[in-house]
């Protein structure tokens, strides 16, 4: 049983006041949100347990027994297609000694077997052969299954919860949906995916820094000369995105040596679709770029508080793949956002190490971090409510309560 110490977060919680409202007004986040392990359980409890995760795309795994594996803040999880079709996401872990029973991504058949005792799983996590324990006394098959997520398919990304009684997601995303609708993303194709080594800042830094246009004036001075004009967009109460536009100074530009979109333009787009770059997160792991010519996606996966991966790829039309020259352009544009990750690298290291000094403050916002303090509402809003059941849970140990729970498993 892992125990949280309520008087840790007591004061973290108390602080969040300062960090919303107005650009105006609030200031930046507590900094034990990006440093503190106590904070990162209670996190795991109050973002991942109980949001909306995407975990990539349909196109992953086109065929049944197609499957990928992939950890988001310390959970296991196996995505896979089953015999009839249908996308199921499965906890990792094999109910007989707790190996993992898939790894990577690719093929197998009808069974997920795991390497250790070769324990089988059916394709929906249903346990069908407990090796040499079969004829135990009494054994409930049932209650050895994969426990399996909540499923939701948005514009061919896959999402799940851990969580049987979340909201479903799509309301909260009519914003996002509407301004999405003439990419067509579920017609769309990814390119391969590529995952980064571990990373040593925060998850949420990578939002925050992804999401505020003030810093690409100074830290990729050059680089991003060609989109210089930031747009801000209002956030409600139930929104399930951040989103804003940056505009061009000519049409269809992009993020690669040239300034230019390489690839076939997106067909429906309009105009203004074609003037600008919409940045969009969809917390707490998909972030998303809509360019002319493609969409880029990426998956922010914690870690730890002060670790994290990124895996993604590009959306580009299914006509580009027949460019002679494709896998090359394909090379310029991944160049181009690796020249801006690398900046974007070096000063997310630099402002973790700043989040742990004695000194460390909670700045205020500038007009162009207008998105932040909406970041800031969304994430408080969870934080909120599971602190408030928290508090509800105290079960007579003063100031402790109880986060593990027990698996779902699958039900008839």
């Known amino acids: 049983m892992t125990w949280l110490d309520l008087n840790e977060l007591d004061r973290t919680m108390g602080a969040l006041d300062a960090s919303l409202g107005s650009v105006d007004s609030a200031v930046a986040m507590p900094n034990e949100c990006y440093t503190s392990e106590t904070f990162y359980a209670f996190e795991r409890l109050a973002v991942f347990e109980r949001s909306w995760l995407g975990l990539g795309r349909v196109e992953q795994i086109p ?53 250790l005792h070769g324990w089988a799983y059916g394709l929906d996590g249903r346990l069908v052969n407990a090796t040499q324990i079969r004829d135990r006394e009494a054994f409930d098959r049932l209650a050895h299954c994969l426990p399996a997520l909540r ?69 990729h001075h050059g680089l991003h000369d060609f989109a210089p004009w930031p747009e801000f967009l209002a956030f409600d109460d139930g929104d399930g995105q951040i989103m804003h536009p940056t505009r061009f100074r000519e049409m269809d530009q992009g993020y690669n040596p040239l300034n230019r979109s390489l690839l076939p333009i997106l067909p429906d787009l309009d105009e203004q679709r074609r003037s ?29 508080p002060t670790s994290m991966r990124i895996r993604g790829g590009l959306l580009v039309h299914p006509s580009a793949r027949d460019i002679p020259e494709y896998a090359r352009l394909i090379d310029w544009v991944n160049e181009g956002q690796s020249g801006l990750f690398a900046q974007d690298a070096g000063a997310n290291t630099s402002v973790q190490l700043g989040r742990a000094s004695r000194y460390a403050r909670r700045g205020p916002y500038a007009r162009e971090e207008t998105t932040l303090p909406q ?38």
């Not at 310390?74 to 898939?102: F, Q």
């Not at 939701?152 to 909260?172: C, K, M, Q, Y």
């Not at 917390?283 to 914690?302: E, I, N, R």
């Not at 059941?389 to 402790?400: I, S, W, Y």
């Open 151 to 219: 499923v939701e398919i948005w514009n061919g990304f896959i999402f799940a919860s851990h969580d049987p009684d979340v909201a479903p997601l799509a309301p909260t995303l009519a914003k996002l949906s509407a301004y999405a609708e003439p990419y067509h993303l579920d017609q769309l194709g990814t390119t391969a995916i590529t995952e980064s080594l571990v990373l040593p800042w925060n998850w949420k830094t990578m939002f925050e820094n992804g999401l505020e246009p003030l810093h690409t004036h100074f830290l």
């Open 63 to 115: 065929e049944p027994g197609d499957y990928f594996a992939l950890s988001v803040s310390g959970e296991p999880l196996v995505v896979i297609r089953d015999t009839e079709g249908e996308i199921n996401v499965l906890s990792n872990v094999c109910a007989h000694r707790n190996h993992l029973v898939a790894q990577g991504d690719g093929h197998v058949g009808h069974l997920l077997i795991c390497p």
């Open 375 to 412: 970041w800031n509402s969304w994430i408080a809003q969870r934080y909120r409510s599971a602190y408030e059941d928290l508090l509800a849970r105290e079960l007579g140990h003063p100031r402790l309560v109880p986060l593990d729970e027990q698996p779902r498993s699958l039900r008839d």
């Open 276 to 304: 600008q770059v919409m940045f969009a997160a969809v917390p707490p792991t998909l972030y998303l770029g809509f360019l002319p010519d493609h969409v880029f996606w990426s998956l922010y996966l914690p870690e730890g």
